[in-house]
């Protein structure tokens, strides 16, 4: 029973290293393109599986060379080789084929000599198509390849981009400086500029009522122009001596904001008196008397001096503010 049960082991172990070694061996080929205009280039691709460690001998072909009539070999790969599972290796190669002559060409099969048994892969056809070329062309027109042309010297492409980046980040830093420089110059020339003295509203509108008067408008029978000239010092006085927006506002609404000034209360009178005589000129063109014309302005000048701040600093300087207007 033992015997038989060995000889039946023996009988398989026989088998499958019979069946290991009679892996079957793969050969092929393909083309890239099976149709070429003349002159054009293809690749045909060789294939060999088979066992590690058997000898092949690969198809025999020259590069470059003729690969068979019509068609040239123009490059030949090296042959790259890789391990697959079981024990198997694929061997890849490549060749670069032309043709220079019209026609059909019958690519017979690639070649491999294992021991004693030869694999041959299908047979490859190859189209070349002819190029036209008008009937009126002679042989002057046919032109040798150009040489190869030096592109030309452009000093840009042989500076490395970090030079780049390090010129673009001086020259903004140069602009950043300059201009901060430049900021700060100005501001020490302004600061060395001494400001310009500011008029208080009293002295202001004391210097234009007696250039107003010393104007002689209602003695060359300019009443209306007297008038609102003195209403506009007024009025620009009281804007800057009290913050009431009296330019924007009419008679009434600058009596009636006065009114409520404790400073001005008092001789809220007095500016009554002269914006209305200004209002019948001006509107209802009255012509006042000339005792008329010289009484608004002292009603004028005695307005702005009751509402001028008083301080022991311009108390001197009252009266002879005052005697040059009057």
Do not use: C
């Not at 029978?221 to 506002?249: C, H, P, W």
């Not at 509402?307 to 300087?317: L, N």
Request: net charge negative; no cysteine.
């Amino acid at each position: 029973m033992k015997s038989k049960i060995l000889i039946i082991l023996a009988i398989m172990l026989s088998a499958a290293t019979t069946m290991k070694a009679q892996q079957p061996v793969v050969v092929e080929a393909a083309m890239d393109s099976s149709v070429l205009w003349m002159g054009e280039q293809t690749l045909i691709h060789l294939s060999l599986t088979q066992d590690a460690g058997v000898t092949v001998i690969p198809p025999q072909i020259e590069s470059p060379g003729v690969l068979t009539e019509g068609v040239e070999v123009v490059d030949l790969s090296q042959p790259d080789t890789t391990r697959l599972n079981n024990n198997r290796l694929q061997i890849k190669q490549e060749v670069l084929v032309t043709s220079f002559d019209s026609g059909f060409y019958y690519i017979p099969p690639f070649k491999y000599v294992i021991e004693e048994d030869t694999f041959a892969t299908e047979s490859l056809s190859l189209k070349i198509v002819p190029v036209d070329v008008p009937e009126e062309a002679t042989a002057a027109d046919v032109k040798d390849i150009k040489n190869v042309v030096a592109p030309p010297f452009v000093l840009w492409d042989f500076v490395p981009a970090w030079l780049l980046i390090l010129i673009v980040a001086v020259v903004l830093i140069a602009v950043a400086v300059y201009f901060v420089a430049r900021y700060y110059k100005q501001r020490k020339v302004e600061a060395a500029i001494p400001p310009e003295k500011r008029i208080p509203p009293y002295e202001l509108a004391m210097q234009e009522l007696k250039q107003l008067r010393e104007s002689k408008l209602w003695q060359q029978g300019q009443e209306k122009q007297y008038y609102t000239r003195l209403v506009d010092i007024l009025r620009e006085y009281i804007d800057s001596r009290f913050g009431i927006n009296a330019m924007e506002m009419t008679s009434s609404q600058i009596l009636a904001a006065l009114q409520r000034n404790k400073d001005t209360k008092e001789v809220n009178k007095y500016l009554n008196e002269i914006l209305s005589m200004a209002d019948f000129v001006k509107f209802a063109k009255m012509r006042p008397m000339p005792d008329d014309n010289e009484r608004v302005m002292h009603r004028a000048v005695d307005f702005v001096e009751l509402t001028r701040p008083q301080s022991q600093a311009d108390a001197a300087e009252e009266g002879d503010a005052k005697n040059d207007v009057k």
